[in-house]
C-alpha cells in the first residue's frame, strides 16, 4: 500500500519492498510474484515500525532501518532476527530519523540521518565504528541527508 524502498539480492534472486503502511517486507521473485513477506507492526525483534530503508548484503542478510523504533534490524532471509540495536537520540551511536542505509562487503552498515545530519557506520553487531558530517552547505556538512549507496569498488 506504500512501498518506499526496494533492495534486490541477485543471488537468491529476490526483491524486497518495504512497506511502511503495512509494516511489513514483501519477497518477490523476478517475474513480480510475490513469494512471502517478513514482519508485521511492533517492537519486537522481526517486527517492524515504519520500516523505510532496506539493503541486502553479499551473503543474503537484511539490513532494515526500523525508523519508528528507531533502530537497525539486521535479518535471514527469512526474517529471523540476527542483529538489532539502536536507541532514539540527537547524538552520534543513535538514531532520530533514518533516511539510508546501506552495507559494504566487509559488513559495515551506513546510517544516513537526516534530522542528525550525519553518517553513522556501525558493525554488524551495532558497534558505533565512526560518524561523520553536521548541518550545512560545505564539504563534511549535509542538509537532511535522505539516502545512502556504496558500490563494490
Request: proline share 5%; glycine share 12%.
Amino acid at each position: 500500500r506504500r512501498p518506499t524502498a526496494l533492495a534486490i539480492d541477485v543471488q537468491n534472486e529476490i526483491i524486497y519492498v518495504t512497506d511502511t503502511w503495512e509494516h511489513t517486507i514483501y519477497k518477490y521473485d523476478w517475474q513480480g510474484n510475490q513469494v512471502g513477506s517478513i514482519g508485521e507492526y511492533g517492537e519486537e525483534p522481526g517486527q517492524f515500525s515504519y520500516p523505510t530503508h532496506i539493503a541486502v548484503d553479499g551473503q543474503g542478510l537484511l539490513y532494515v532501518a526500523d525508523t519508528l523504533n528507531f533502530r537497525v534490524q539486521v535479518l535471514t532471509p527469512a526474517g529471523e532476527p540476527v542483529t538489532v540495536f539502536g536507541l532514539p537520540g540527537d547524538i552520534y551511536g543513535r538514531f532520530d530519523k533514518i533516511k539510508g542505509i546501506a552495507v559494504d562487503t566487509e559488513g559495515h552498515i551506513y546510517i544516513a540521518d537526516s534530522l542528525l545530519d550525519m553518517i553513522q557506520i556501525f558493525d554488524r553487531e551495532g558497534r558505533l565504528l565512526l560518524f561523520f558530517g553536521e548541518k550545512g552547505n560545505y564539504y563534511g556538512q549535509f542538509m537532511h541527508p535522505t539516502g545512502i549507496f556504496i558500490d563494490s569498488s
